[in-house]
């Protein structure tokens, strides 16, 4: 337990963020899942609506400082390449 009072607020403090970064982080993973779960079904017309607001998220999450910037181009570049993958393979069968 804290012995100070900066150590406390500092816990308080420190327990906001986490529950604040947590509901960030899920919600990137989330989207993110969502549009995995699009491309395996076959839905890549809804998938490339979807993927501007996946990036939205992504980049968000960055800019609340929950992940790297770094990070946040490393996600957002795999959205794009599952996306173009697929719609490679889509032109291909067609």
Do not use: C
């Amino acid at each position: 337990m804290p012995n100070t009072r900066q150590a406390k607020k500092r816990m308080r403090r420190d327990a906001k963020r986490r529950l604040r970064n947590r509901y960030h982080l899920s919600r990137m993973r989330t989207y993110i899942k969502n549009f995995r779960r699009m491309i395996e079904n076959g839905e890549i017309d809804k998938a490339k609506e979807y993927i501007n607001e996946v990036i939205s998220v992504i980049y968000h999450t960055a800019a609340k400082g929950v992940i790297h910037k770094n990070e946040a181009a490393r996600r957002a570049s795999r959205v794009y390449k599952l996306l173009n993958k697929a719609l490679q393979q889509q032109q291909a069968q067609a």
